[in-house]
């Protein structure tokens, strides 16, 4: 008789958040199906709606979370480090991630798009003003400075969703925002 272990709410809740994640990266918001996340989960599609009541707030859990990671990634980067040693290990580590990890730049870039809607839009911009306050009190460095810092993450986000990196003028690109992170 083979017995297992029963997973509490929360490790099941967080087994359907990564699930979810793959499947709005792939899909977005609006294409993505609960019955595809549930059986990526390994559970009942019932279960998901029971856990987090609708799509939209499943949806708006997993794109909170990949905020939070974000945010989590930025601050074991910057451990130790102010100024812009603080913002080259950040990029440095964000751009690790870029590479790779697909499905998280694919659902980040899935989020912007969908904000359209207030509510994500609202999640959005806390999360993302969330990171902009961070990286603002870890580099102590002036706006102008931080505003760079994040546009250069931007164009980054959109270089890697379409493989620029893999061309020569991507990868020029790509050099220029990292040089670019000096004030």
């Known amino acids: 008789m083979v017995v297992t272990e029963r997973?509490?709410?929360?490790?099941?809740?967080?087994?359907?958040l990564?699930?979810?994640l793959g499947v709005f990266a792939e899909h977005g918001l609006h294409g993505a199906s609960t019955d595809e996340?549930?059986?990526?989960?390994?559970i009942s599609q019932p279960y998901v709606f029971r856990l987090f009541g609708t799509k939209k707030e499943l949806y708006l859990a997993v794109v909170a979370r990949c905020f939070?990671?974000?945010?989590e990634l930025m601050q074991?980067?910057?451990?130790?480090?102010?100024?812009?040693?603080?913002?080259h290990a950040i990029g440095d580590a964000y751009g690790?991630?870029?590479?790779?990890?697909?499905?998280?730049?694919?659902a980040q870039m899935q989020a912007y798009a969908a904000s359209e809607d207030p509510e994500i839009a609202a999640v959005v911009?806390?999360?993302?003003?969330?990171?902009?306050?961070?990286?603002?009190?870890v580099s102590g460095l002036a706006v102008e400075d931080v505003a760079r810092f994040f546009a250069?993450?931007?164009?980054?986000?959109?270089?890697?969703?379409m493989g620029a990196p893999d061309e020569e003028w991507g990868r020029r690109l790509v050099e220029g925002c990292k040089d670019g992170m000096e004030p």
């Open 37 to 42: 996340i549930a059986r990526r989960a390994g």
């Open 152 to 161: 250069n993450g931007m164009l980054m986000n959109v270089l890697a969703s």
């Open 68 to 71: 939070r990671q974000t945010l």
């Open 96 to 106: 690790e991630l870029l590479a790779s990890d697909r499905v998280y730049l694919r």
């Open 125 to 137: 911009r806390n999360g993302y003003g969330d990171l902009v306050a961070y990286v603002e009190r």
């Open 18 to 20: 990564d699930a979810a």
């Open 7 to 16: 997973k509490s709410k929360e490790e099941r809740r967080e087994e359907i």
């Open 76 to 87: 074991r980067a910057a451990e130790g480090k102010r100024g812009t040693d603080a913002l």
